[in-house]
């Protein structure tokens, strides 16, 4: 109210919410990470300074030791903690079942008994098959109680993620392998949605214009699948990219559900870049996203060559022809003209709202070059926005 920060106020509820998340978590917030909090909100009155202003002054105009949510929230969370058991949730109703369990050897026990089951993890796309499609999910079984799915190690040479791990927790792990992955993952929705989503339900999911797929294929990730079979758990490691077959097609046996992806790190002599490319900034599904792998030899000539592309088929896909044509020469402006002129062997994008389909071919021929300018370059600017930019890398 001081700061004027309300004007229609169709908005104000979300982003006040957004703000109070923000104080519980942070005192006295930059600017950068006031907006990063406020970017799953969208104010049509364009009062965005006023409330950013609000934000700012959170702290002064109500401060932290005497906020009740602050000093009781060690408490509730205790609370909660205590309602957490090993038991099977189930619950009958008139439009289905729905199941719970908390162990991944209770959830393949589901898995196998009910294999036309709908897996709901963080329900940032399941949910709108319910809302606008109006879908009837019977059963549903929820994933967020499994507590092993949540975990993330390091193993030595990769990195673990556990299916549930949320997108907060996972941006965090991959930004130790690169900055790229970083940046790439602030553009996964608003902080809110980033709560929610998890990387097994981005890749279970299927999608071809999934942000994450292209970065994992790129990085030669592993995904480990589990089912109930003969009475014992049964896992099977495969490539990521092997795992998507066709449009919303993967190899999933029946009674399998996604339990951890493996992420190789980056070796001495590897380039990485991911770019994500949509219509605005923040809150947007990408029009084209590439990630890119390679590996340079002592003579400085490539020796692997690992390009991934979303949106540009049915499936998040290596641009097979492309990685040939880089194969064996210098990383220079002409390996790049070559991997580019063999794009469209590889690729016969479709034309949609996002995108045209020679649209999609050009830029994704340009991100490549952004690659070459941003690992051979790095004073040249390839970035308006974004932490690649604001850190001046490009």
């Not at 009781?72 to 199941?99: C, M, P």
């Not at 967020?144 to 907060?168: F, P, Q, Y």
């Not at 045209?356 to 490549?368: E, V």
Request: charged content about 25%.
């Amino acid at each position: 109210m001081e700061c004027h920060g309300s004007q229609c106020g169709f908005c104000t509820p979300g982003f006040v919410m957004s703000l109070l998340a923000l104080r519980l978590n942070e005192a006295q917030p930059s600017v950068s990470r006031i907006e990063d909090a406020l970017a799953g909100n969208l104010c049509r009155c364009t009062g965005y300074e006023p409330i950013i202003a609000a934000g700012r002054r959170m702290d002064e105009i109500a401060p932290r030791e005497a906020d009740r949510f602050l000093q009781g929230r060690e408490t509730v969370a205790a609370r909660l903690t205590a309602l957490n058991d090993t038991k099977t949730l189930s619950l009958q109703g008139e439009a289905g079942r729905f199941y719970a369990p908390a162990t991944v050897e209770a959830l393949a026990d589901l898995v196998s008994a009910y294999p036309q089951s709908t897996l709901v993890a963080g329900a940032t796309d399941v949910g709108l098959w319910v809302t606008k499609a109006m879908k009837r999910l019977d059963p549903v079984i929820y994933l967020g109680r499994v507590e092993a799915l949540h975990t993330i190690s390091d193993e030595g040479e990769h990195l673990r993620l556990g299916a549930m791990a949320g997108h907060i927790d996972v941006r965090a792990a991959l930004a130790t392998l690169s900055p790229q992955l970083d940046e790439l993952m602030r553009r996964f929705g608003g902080e809110q949605v980033r709560n929610a989503g998890t990387i097994g339900g981005n890749i279970a999911n299927g999608s071809p214009i999934g942000d994450l797929p292209p970065a994992l294929i790129a990085l030669d990730a592993t995904l480990v699948l589990a089912r109930r079979s003969e009475g014992r758990l049964e896992r099977r490691a495969i490539p990521l990219e092997s795992y998507f077959l066709d449009y919303r097609k993967q190899d999933r046996r029946p009674g399998e559900f996604v339990e951890a992806v493996l992420v190789p790190k980056l070796a001495d002599g590897m380039l990485f870049h991911a770019s994500k490319i949509s219509k605005r900034f923040d809150e947007d599904i990408s029009a084209v996203c590439g990630a890119f792998r390679l590996t340079l030899g002592a003579d400085g000539r490539i020796s692997e060559a690992r390009l991934a592309y979303g949106g540009m088929a049915g499936i998040p896909k290596r641009a097979a022809a492309a990685e040939a044509a880089l194969i064996g020469r210098p990383w220079d402006d002409e390996a790049v003209a070559a991997a580019t002129a063999a794009l469209p062997q590889d690729f016969t994008p479709l034309d949609d709202m996002r995108a045209s389909a020679q649209y999609r071919l050009k830029i994704a021929g340009n991100l490549l070059r952004r690659f070459l300018i941003e690992t051979t370059q790095g004073a040249t600017e390839t970035r308006v926005a974004g932490l690649l930019a604001e850190a001046g890398h490009g």
